[in-house]
Nanobody, 125 residues
Framework: QVQLVEFGGGLVQAGGSLRLSCAYSGRTFSNNAMGWFRQAPGKEREFVAAVSWDGYSRDYADSVKGRFTISRDNAQNTIYLQMNSLKPEDTAVYYC??????????????????WGQGTQVTVSS
C-alpha cells in the first residue's frame, strides 16, 4: 500500500519558519518528480514547489519564490519543504504528491497521482 505522510505543520507567527517533511512508503519514488501543493479554505489546490526525480530541476510558485526551498532524499524516501519568512497568506493545508510518470516532470496538479493526507500550516499576523 502506497503511503505519503506529511509532518511538520503547525502554528507560527508571520516571519517565522517551518520545515515540512513527507515520508513515503509502499513503493519507491526515486524515479518520480515530487511536489508540494496547498489548499486554503474556499480556494482550489495550488502548486507550491516541485523537484525532478534526480533533484536537478526545481520550480516554485511565484508567491513563494525566494522563501521556500524544496529538497529530496531518495535514500530516506523523504522530501522536504523549508518555509521561511512565512506570511498569513501561506496559511493552508499542505500536501505532498508524487508525479504519475517515470522520470517525467511538470508542475500541473493533475500530473500528480499519489497524495498525502495533508498537514495544516497556520501563519498568524
Amino acid at each position: 500500500q502506497v503511503q505519503l505522510v506529511e509532518f511538520g505543520g503547525g502554528l507560527v507567527q508571520a516571519g517565522g519558519s517551518l520545515r515540512l517533511s513527507c515520508a513515503y512508503s509502499g513503493r519507491t519514488f526515486s524515479n518520480n518528480a515530487m511536489g508540494w501543493f496547498r489548499q486554503a479554505p474556499g480556494k482550489e489546490r495550488e502548486f507550491v514547489a516541485a523537484v525532478s526525480w534526480d533533484g536537478y530541476s526545481r520550480d516554485y510558485a511565484d508567491s513563494v519564490k525566494g522563501r521556500f526551498t524544496i529538497s529530496r532524499d531518495n535514500a530516506q524516501n523523504t522530501i522536504y519543504l523549508q518555509m521561511n519568512s512565512l506570511k498569513p497568506e501561506d496559511t493552508a493545508v499542505y500536501y505532498c504528491a508524487a508525479h504519475r510518470s517515470y522520470r517525467s516532470y511538470s508542475v500541473r496538479t493533475n500530473d500528480y497521482y499519489y497524495w498525502g493526507q495533508g498537514t495544516q500550516v497556520t501563519v498568524s499576523s
